[in-house]
């Protein structure tokens, strides 16, 4: 078989097969040990050199497994050069994803720590005190306002009992309380006095809760307010639904109490008590000729005679005008001795009121002018006991027996006789 080759094609083809391959030099060594006839009949020896192919493919493999076991070789070496720029690399990337979380960690703390001043402010500055007591009464943890409140350094505060800080009168009332807190899960407030460091007093008011956590002892937080503002306003409120707002004695709605009161103390004890009904003599003349301010200085002169003569267990009252009500309580359980008792204290109440009364007189912002008047009282007295009358029936009885001294001549203490 005779096979007819170009040498120029079998130059290009034979590049074009090892182009880009390492080989090539070889290639070329190998082909250019032979010449190709230009003639298109080849001699056998040639026609058998070039129709053997497989010897050729054989070398041209041979190159090509070299020439990939270097490129493989190659690759290796880049790949084992490789690793530590690409560890370079992957430290500068985790170092700014580092810095980047350090960023935000310092943000995220710049953020807590403006809350937690803001906390520390709510906390140190709120219109009231925070306190934490353990189970025993003592201070763990006080806010500013609760410092200040107390009057004392708050650093003097913590780990010290506020059992100090309560009024002797509502001691009892505090330990009953924390008992009562302790024992439940339920938010419980009370109301008491308590004292500052200096020894004043303020009312407040304590919503005190239980907090228990397991494996510690429980705890309680107190909210604590000043409620002093609104004590004194009840009590003026108080004053004014029960009080005279001129001589601060009771009125008649107050006395009515009282008298109900001081019956059912009698029934309980046996013993007898005694209601006045007291009218001054000749005092609407001063009014007339003096205005009411001198009035009222001369009643309020009354109030303070009057109270100075009775006991504490006793009361008056101003009923209205110039008429007050005195009640005696606990006198005796002999109805005699009881009239005596009240016939004295009436006496010592009539004769005190007849002094003569001294009242500075002002007018136009001028300097006061001493002014002197005598004015008496008719008082009226009558004894009860337990509830066998009413108090209406008790204040009508003293009334008659006050119009009887009047009648009979003014200054003088008549006590009710049931056939008036």
């Keep these: 078989m005779i096979i007819q080759v170009d040498a120029q094609q079998l130059r290009q083809s034979a590049e074009q097969n090892l182009a880009r391959d390492s080989f090539m030099a070889a290639a070329r060594r190998l082909t250019a040990t032979r010449r190709v006839m230009p003639t298109r009949r080849l001699t056998a020896t040639r026609r058998e050199a070039v129709a053997c192919p497989l010897a050729e493919a054989r070398h041209v493999n041979e190159a090509r497994r070299m020439t990939e076991t270097r490129r493989v070789n190659e690759t290796r070496r880049v790949n084992e050069s490789r690793p530590a720029d690409a560890l370079l690399h992957e430290l500068q990337v985790h170092q700014i994803e580092l810095e980047m979380q350090n960023e935000n960690l310092r943000q995220a703390q710049f953020e807590l720590e403006k809350s937690r001043d803001r906390y520390i402010d709510f906390y140190d500055f709120a219109p009231v005190g925070y306190l934490t007591l353990d189970d025993k009464g003592v201070i763990c943890e ?23 800080f309560v009024a002797t009168e509502y001691y009892d009332r505090w330990i009953g309380h924390c008992s009562s807190v302790l024992a439940s899960d339920e938010a419980k407030a009370c109301e008491l006095a308590l004292l500052r460091g200096d020894g004043t007093r303020f009312f407040a008011r304590l919503d005190c809760l239980r907090l228990s956590r397991a494996g510690e002892t429980p705890v309680v937080r107190i909210v604590l307010t000043d409620i002093t503002e609104r004590i004194k306003n009840e009590e003026e409120i108080r004053k004014l639904a029960f009080y005279d707002a001129l001589t601060q004695l009771p009125n008649r709605r107050l006395l009515n109490d009282r008298l109900d009161h001081a019956m059912a103390a009698s029934k309980r004890s046996g013993r007898y008590g005694a209601l006045m009904f007291l009218d001054l003599d000749n ?51 002999a109805k005699s001795e009881s009239i005596a008792q009240a016939g004295v204290v009436a006496e010592k109440i009539r004769s005190a009121l007849a002094d003569v009364y001294r009242l500075n007189l002002q007018s136009g912002g001028k300097a006061t002018t001493p002014l002197e008047h005598r004015c008496t009282s008719s008082i009226g007295v009558v004894l009860f006991t337990g509830h066998e009358a009413g108090a209406e029936d008790i204040l009508k009885w003293a009334d008659r027996a006050m119009y009887r001294a009047k009648t009979e001549g003014r200054n003088r203490v008549r006590f009710f006789e049931p056939d008036e």
Excluded: M, W, Y
Aim: aromatic fraction near 6%; charge should be negative; include cysteine.
């Design 142 to 164: 006080i806010n500013l306002s609760g410092a200040a409140l107390l009057g004392v350094e708050r650093n003097k505060l913590l780990f010290q009992r506020l059992t100090p």
């Design 283 to 333: 005092f609407k003349p001063l009014n007339d000729r003096h205005g009411h301010g001198v009035g009222d200085l001369l009643l309020v002169e009354v109030a303070r005679r009057i109270t100075h003569c009775l006991r504490e267990i006793d009361s008056v009252a101003r009923f209205g005008g110039d008429e007050f009500v005195v009640l005696l309580s606990e006198l005796d359980t």
